[in-house]
């Protein structure tokens, strides 16, 4: 079977709108709940597959344990779905600058080893597979230690949406349930889901500094710990909030892993932090990942790309008569790649910028009260699928308060943002069909 | 007016994809089993997605 780029984008539109109908059945003949209703347990199923986290449960404990681990499951196999589609598909038809995995000697050195997308699909198996894993081992084992609530069912749970940066916990304190040394050991697992998987593969084979050297992985982790000190600071600060040394930096440095990852659990209510803890945890919705790897949003390559561009662009200012190309890692980044990257966030903006104008409208329609804070942030936590937002919707909240009408909205905007935007708005052009 | 896509191989790979899709329902089928609780969600969706795999695969 032959894919061009055309039949690859229909492909990779209808299989993650159709794998989410399907996935939406068991919600809907369990018929208990607020998932028992098609809208919502279509959007239940799309923020599951896209790995979003974003819940519209209202009561937990009316559910049975297997629909409440299909949740889960769906969060694993849509991990697994975008790792392969970003290796092997994105990668290949340069969506969004996705074509810079290959620059960066990615996908390249990947398919060098694999040269069969099938194969390079199987190695990246091996890799999730393992650390999944390795997740339910250390989790169990936790819970064996020091806090019988992490029992086999919430280790393979979490296990499963921890790997996949993905969120959903069957327990409605989501991982502040359970005792800190696991909320711990649940950081690595949801920054390691969010690294390149090509440069684990190196790192895992006896080549450690290929990871250790990126210049995405500096960027990426220098952006997590900056975010995380500036959210443990106000913390530390309120007095309102007596958390103590420990916690304090526990909860800043996982909520913020949490969101800068795209996973979305929660080790407690952020909601309740003072504004600028939570204004922090909002411009952490906007970094995301590595490229390569299970995470969401805009990805920490482009944002390096397009930061390097504008330095650059600053310098030829000066000195116009320079040449000075945009290099990551020690090459130089092509210019169609840059804007790309360059048009690809202007579109994501403008996305959240307009879904944030529905919600609004739309709660006011329906007489409900949501600031423009919370709108912002549901927008930016569905689109950029990390999971939890603000207010109502918050970690300890639930989706269903926003209408009908908004979250169907928000299911095919978690359904465009996965796929980074273009293999979706594509299929909507007349040149997409005929020219 | 004639499609330039090849849309009948981009709808048999999503029947691929279908059909596959059993495979991972198969584990809270078990768990639903393991604790006694009623399997029929996950099998209705085994059988929507074996019958959508099929007639896809078949375009």
Known sequence: MNLGPREAFLAVALIWFLVAAVGAIPFVVAGVGTIAHPVNAMFESMSGLTTTGATVLRDFSVHSRSVLMWRQVIQWLGGLGILILATAVLSEIGVGGAQLMESESQTQDVNKLTPKISQTARLIWGIYFGLTGLAIAVYFLLGLAVDPQMDLYNAVAHAFTSVATAGFSPEPLSVGVFHPLIQWAVVPFMVIGSTSFVLIYFAINGEPMRLLKNEEFHFYFGAMGTLASFVALPLFLDPSIAFGAEATVRHAVFNVASIVTTTGYASTDYVLWAPAAKHMLFAGMFVGGMVGSTTCSIKSLRWLVALKSFKRNLYTAVHPESVRPVRISGKSIDVAAIRDIYAYLLLSIVIVFLLTVVIVVDAERAGLRVTEFEALGAAATTFNNIGPAFGDAGPYGTFASFPLSTRAVMVVLMWIGRIEIIPVLVLFTKAFWTS | ?59
């Open chain 2, 1 to 59: 007016m004639t499609s330039r896509v090849g849309w009948r191989a981009s709808v048999g790979l999503t029947g691929d994809v279908l059909a596959a899709l059993p495979v991972p329902l198969a584990f809270p089928l078990l768990v639903a089993l393991y604790y006694g609780e009623p399997p029929l969600p996950f099998l209705a969706a085994i059988v929507v997605s074996l019958a959508l795999g099929a007639a896809f695969r078949s375009v």
